[in-house]
Structures are given as C-alpha cells and as structure tokens.
Nanobody, 131 residues
Framework: QVRLVESGGGSVQAGDSLRLSCAASVPGRTFSYYAVGWFRQAPGKGREFVGV????????YYGDSVKGRFIISRTDAKNMVFLQMNSLEPEDTAVYYC??????????????????????WGQGTQVTVSS
C-alpha cells in the first residue's frame, strides 16, 4: 500500500556528511498517519534502529548509536523524510532502509524502535564510510 524509495547513499570518508532521502507515497492518496523509520543493516548483522519521525507528535526520535550526529526531518507535505548524517564513522557503513508504520496517538515512541510495526519497506541505499 505504501511505496518507499530511498536515495542519497554513497561512499564517503570518516568525518564527512551525507543526506539520505525517503520518498513515501500511497497511490491515489495523501501520505498521512504513518511514522517513517530509518533502519540500517551492516554486513553480518541484523537491522538496527536509526530513528523515526512520528506523525502524531511531529518530531523525530533516535537510536542511541546515532543520537547527536544524525538528524531526521520531514517536508511540510510530509511525504519526504530525510536522514542527515554528520560525523560519519566507519561503523556507520550499512545499507540504510526507510520504512512506514501506521500511527496512533497512544503508541509510545518506543513502539517504533523495532522492526515489528513497519509493514512497508524501501529497497535500501548503501552508505560506505572509509578510513
């Protein structure tokens, strides 16, 4: 039902910045009442929560590993979500995915820190940080 397309990945050096984009759409409708999360998967590891932009309180939440370095933002139209990555480190190397989950006011932010509520996923974009 929700289509998600990530873009903006690439190869950079440690200390550089990179911005990823996630375009979300629902055929024939305005994209609304969805949280958009960012996850990443490094080689040999499972998907790790990076952050999420909530619909209900209109703000981002971050995983501990990226807090203070990454910033998630959303356009006024709410159909584009960005992941600004600063001070990149080699351990940030991974395939980055955006995903959409249905939103409800009573859901806590922690509800979106795992993969469970996300039923729509993009194809991923590779981020490689060298040195």
């Amino acid at each position: 039902q929700v289509r998600l397309v990530e873009s903006g990945g690439g190869s950079v050096q440690a200390g550089d910045s990179l911005r990823l984009s996630c375009a979300a759409s629902v055929p024939g409708r305005t994209f609304s009442y969805y949280a958009v999360g960012w996850f990443r998967q490094a080689p040999g590891k499972g998907r790790e929560f990076v952050g999420v932009f909530r619909w209900t309180d209109d703000r981002p939440y971050y995983g501990d590993s990226v807090k203070g370095r990454f910033i998630i933002s959303r356009t006024d139209a709410k159909n584009m979500v960005f992941l600004q990555m600063n001070s990149l480190e080699p351990e940030d190397t991974a395939v980055y995915y955006c995903a959409a989950a249905r939103e409800y006011t009573y859901y806590s932010p922690e509800s979106f820190y795992t993969e469970a509520p996300y039923h729509n996923w993009g194809q991923g974009t590779q981020v490689t940080v060298s040195s």
